[in-house]
């Protein structure tokens, strides 16, 4: 299958700073990435989705100012957490699809720890 | 009611064991249906489609109730590899063509030897 990666891994930052996580779909083109966060015992949350060259389409609930999502080419999007909390902790895990309706390859994901 | 539920688990099951999960999903226009594992601290991975007519994949078969908005795994011969957290996922349209899925929590599952 297609491999997706994500970097860094794991992150821990403190409170107030930002924090920039990259996707990257390493074997294919991904018109459009998706951005999920997930929280202990919990599922994945969908939080954004980005086409390649156009703004970020974010779920309700979601603070667009928060987190920015950038997607400047077909093989590279970016999450950057603005000042960054303690309820900002979790995992992240961004997905690449190649074409509309096809499969979605996820990353591996970024643990972030916010101190 | 949420968009995705699952049983809530977990399950502990022995080796051998058949093991069977249940998920119901809201959304009547939703299209595709799946079940992704997903380990401990590792993103999810798929594991199969759901067709309405069920579909089987060696140990795993996976059924689909439309009408009920049902879909459910079945495990048989469970080993300990497969212990992990089952997820129920469903995928609609999120406006235009675009599509999303949406991720039930997951059953925990752990086959002990």
């Known amino acids: 299958g297609a491999v997706v990666s994500q970097h860094p891994s794991r ?12 996707c ?7 018109t459009t990435m998706f951005w999920y966060r997930q929280f202990p015992k919990q599922s994945l949350m969908l939080m954004a989705t980005s086409n ?5 389409t974010y779920e309700q609930g979601v603070e667009k100012d928060k987190f920015l999502i950038n997607h400047a080419s077909l093989t590279l999007s970016t999450l950057t957490v603005t000042s ?8 992240y895990i961004c997905s690449a699809r190649r074409t509309m309706g096809g499969e979605q390859y996820f990353g591996p994901g970024t643990r972030l720890t916010v101190t | ?26 959304n009547s226009a939703s299209q ?16 199969m489609s759901v067709y309405s007519s069920g579909n ?12 009920s908005q049902y879909i459910s ?14 997820l129920c996922v469903v995928k609609s349209t999120s406006g235009g063509s675009n599509y999303k899925l949406t991720f039930g929590k997951g059953t925990l599952l752990t086959v002990n030897p």
């Open chain 2, 56 to 67: 089987e994949d060696g140990r795993f078969t996976a059924q689909l109730n439309r009408a």
């Open chain 1, 84 to 91: 960054a909390h303690p309820e900002d902790s979790s995992f």
């Open chain 1, 52 to 56: 390649e060259g156009s703004k970020a």
């Open chain 1, 11 to 22: 992150v821990i930052c403190k409170s107030g700073t930002s924090v920039k996580i990259e």
């Open chain 1, 24 to 30: 990257r779909s390493l074997d294919f083109q991904a």
């Open chain 2, 32 to 47: 595709s249906f799946f079940w992704y594992r997903q380990d401990c601290r590792k993103e999810p991975k798929l594991l």
């Open chain 2, 73 to 86: 795994l079945l495990i048989r011969d469970s080993k300990l590899s497969d212990s992990a957290t089952y």
């Open chain 2, 1 to 26: 009611r949420k968009e995705v539920e699952q049983d809530p688990g977990p399950f502990n099951v022995p080796e051998g064991a058949t093991v069977a999960f249940n998920c119901t999903y809201s």
